[in-house]
């Protein structure tokens, strides 16, 4: 359940993001708006394993992709949409 996790446990550091030649903090930012993003959209009653999945699974599909950096915010905000509702459906 949704509000038995905290978004703050999901959120990344530059530390945490690995080397991105002087862009980590850029990196961290918009990582961490994908998942305050992500966040608002998820349903409330999702189970816990689930929303790990899709939280983690974010930073897994987005991980080394310089996306991160080129692609507007707003494209990375559709990409997340989709990206939830089609996990979502898998687990129907």
Known sequence: MKDMLNVQDYLFSN???GDW???EEQVAETL???IHF???RLPEDLGSEQI???INGIW???RGDMAL???ELDELLDWVTHYINSSLDEDI
Do not use: K, R, S
């Open 15 to 17: 530390f945490d993001v």
């Open 21 to 23: 030649e002087g862009d």
């Open 32 to 34: 961490n708006e994908l």
């Open 38 to 40: 992500a966040w608002e």
């Open 52 to 54: 790990d999945q899709i």
């Open 60 to 62: 897994e599909h987005l």
């Open 69 to 71: 950096i080129e692609t």
